[in-house]
């Protein structure tokens, strides 16, 4: 019997650390705010957009897809 192991791959990883990232910001805003906090999440090609809302304030964060999974396609 042979066990296959998938690898993550660099964008996985990347992706894996915007969620924490992300994640993290997102309860900063709840706490400052005292207010719920929603995310809004979209691709537009190779820029991944986080949009975050709470209350009267909002941040939004972009990352270039193509600059993270660079170094993979070397």
Do not use: H
Request: aromatic fraction near 6%; glycine fraction near 2%.
């Amino acid at each position: 019997m042979t066990t296959n192991t998938i690898q993550p791959t660099n964008l996985d990883i990347a992706m894996e650390e915007i969620d924490t990232l992300v994640s993290n910001f997102q309860d900063s805003l709840s706490r400052i705010t005292n207010k719920v906090c929603k995310v809004d999440t979209f691709q537009l090609g190779l820029t991944y957009v986080v949009i975050l809302r709470a209350g009267k304030i909002s941040k939004t964060l972009s990352f270039n897809l193509n600059e993270i999974t660079e170094e993979e396609r070397q």
